[in-house]
């Protein structure tokens, strides 16, 4: 497929706010699902997520991108630790559940999903973060993680990490309000999510790194999921480091 040289260029400028812009009213009828559910998939309910000891800025300080793990299986209590952190509810305000992360509008269109490569009492396969009860929801049962590396250009280290992040966006969950700027906040959001992963790993002793170089529609594939309503959007590699 030829690239389209200008396509960037084209999309931020189309995307900016302008002071002319029409902005409309919002069709509260058509407001889209917050949540993505998995109905009738086995679930795994994770423990609550614990305290993390380290002062932030030595998470900060210590944190840096890590590409080579130890054979060593995550607990359920780090998985639980790591989903709370990048997903989890934080307070209700108002009728409202948010985040520890933020979202542009509260909207939440990030979907996370976790490939389970090597992790206690977890058969490798890929799981979705069932936010609203704090669980897994089985998506794609059977290991995943070589397939995973190879949509990510041959990153071996999605492959031989313990547990493989995998965010995608659900778009209209924020365009239903912002047009076609929400995809640009989609990856901003997405960012946060990959940050607090990040710093929670470093405050846990594991390593991370992340990973936005991959064949979309071939990860789109392991999640069936269509790759224009939702979309992989970035991906992270967790573990003990070597
Ligand atoms: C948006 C984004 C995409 C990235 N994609 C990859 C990737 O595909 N493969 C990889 O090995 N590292 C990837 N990284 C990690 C960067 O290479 C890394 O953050 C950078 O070299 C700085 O090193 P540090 O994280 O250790 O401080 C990515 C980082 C970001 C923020």
């Not at 030595?58 to 995550?74: K, P």
């Not at 990510?152 to 280290?157: C, F, S, T, V």
């Not at 969950?173 to 929400?182: E, F, H, L």
Request: aromatic share 8%; hydrophobic share 35%.
């Amino acid at each position: 497929m030829p690239v389209d040289e200008d396509l960037g260029e084209r999309f931020w400028n189309g995307t900016k706010d302008r002071r002319d812009k029409d902005d409309g009213s919002l069709d509260w009828d058509s407001r889209p699902e917050t949540y993505k559910e998995y109905p009738g998939m086995e679930r795994l309910q994770l423990p609550p997520p614990g305290p993390m000891a380290m002062p932030l800025g030595e998470a900060m300080a210590r944190r840096q991108s890590v590409r080579t793990y130890s054979s060593e299986m995550l607990t359920k209590q780090e998985i639980s630790d790591l989903v709370y952190c990048v997903s989890g509810i934080n307070r209700r305000e108002r009728g409202r559940e948010l985040r520890n992360v933020p979202s542009a509008g509260a909207l939440y269109p990030i979907e996370t999903y976790i490939c389970v490569n090597r992790a206690e009492a977890m058969a490798p396969s890929i799981y979705h973060y069932h936010v609203r009860s704090h669980s897994l929801d089985l998506v794609t049962p059977g290991p995943a993680g070589a397939k995973l590396a190879s949509a990510a250009l041959d990153q071996r280290m999605l492959e031989e990490c313990s547990v493989a992040f995998i965010w995608t966006a659900v778009f209209g969950r924020q365009t239903w309000k912002y047009g076609q700027r929400a995809y640009r906040y989609a990856s901003l959001d997405a960012g946060h999510m990959g940050q607090n992963l990040a710093l929670a790993c470093a405050a846990l002793g594991l390593g991370c790194c992340h990973v936005a170089a991959f064949y979309d529609d071939e990860v789109n594939a392991l999640l069936s999921v269509d790759g224009v309503e939702e979309s992989a959007i970035y991906l992270s590699a967790v573990g003990r480091m070597r």
